[in-house]
């Protein structure tokens, strides 16, 4: 089945304690990316990538970090959480940049 | 600065009741608007693609159009399995990159 994975789905941390979530989609789609979601702000992105070893900025990227080493994988990085990066966060693939978003199923951080 | 702005924020519905909601758009160059479907708990389902005014596409009792301004979402006799949350999507300027969603209707239907 053709699907974005991420993991874990729930996750709560605290503030400065190093995490990591995992994306990765069955696709071989080229371009990837990360976005937040929060009440009345709607999707954000954070992160993307066109391909291996290639990724830039979205709008909302202070305090992520991202590789793609492999053309499946995404992860996202928060080196040093904070309780304003408490959201829920979706990764999405496509199979070019201009192309539909498939997206995983979330994952919901916590950060007291 | 782009903008995507979609209405209402919340629309409830009677079984059956046909409606529309909005997005409208203030971005420079777009190169696609998207239409997409939240379930609770879920990751956002894609339901269209228009790329130039005056496009339409259907899906069931769901129908997108598009003008140099907006896009509607226009709901045929909904059913309670309707109910969820649309979101509108822009993608704009020189970088296939760039996509800009909207906050979303929060779409209920009583049955």
């Known amino acids: 089945e053709a699907q974005v994975t991420q993991n874990p789905r729930y996750l709560i941390t605290v503030t400065g304690k190093k995490l990591t979530v995992t994306c990765s989609q069955n696709m071989n789609h080229e371009y990837m990316s990360w976005y937040r979601q929060d009440p009345g702000l709607g999707l954000r992105q954070i992160y993307y990538?066109?391909?291996?070893?290639?990724?830039d900025k979205g709008d909302v990227p202070e305090g992520y970090k991202v590789s793609r080493k492999e053309k499946r994988n995404f992860p996202l990085i928060l080196e040093s959480p904070s309780p304003n990066q408490t959201s829920l966060y979706f990764c999405a693939s496509s199979f070019r940049g201009n192309s539909p978003l498939h997206f995983g199923n979330g994952t919901r951080l916590t950060v007291t | 600065e782009d903008q995507v702005t979609q209405s209402p924020e919340a629309l409830r519905l009677q079984e059956g009741e046909s409606s529309s909601l909005n997005c409208s758009y203030t971005?420079?160059?777009?190169?696609?608007l998207f239409w997409y479907r939240q379930d609770p708990g879920k990751g956002p389902e894609f339901l269209f693609t228009?790329?130039?005014a005056g496009e339409e596409k259907e899906k069931e009792r769901l129908k997108a159009t598009l003008t140099k301004k907006e896009s509607f979402l226009h709901i045929t006799a909904p059913k309670p399995e309707d109910s969820a949350t649309y979101l509108c999507a822009v993608q704009a300027g020189s970088s296939a990159s760039k996509i800009i969603f909207g906050s979303g209707t929060r779409l209920s239907i009583r049955p």
């Open positions: 971005v420079s160059g777009l190169r696609g």
């Open positions: 990538s066109m391909n291996v070893e290639v990724t």
């Open positions: 228009l790329y130039s």
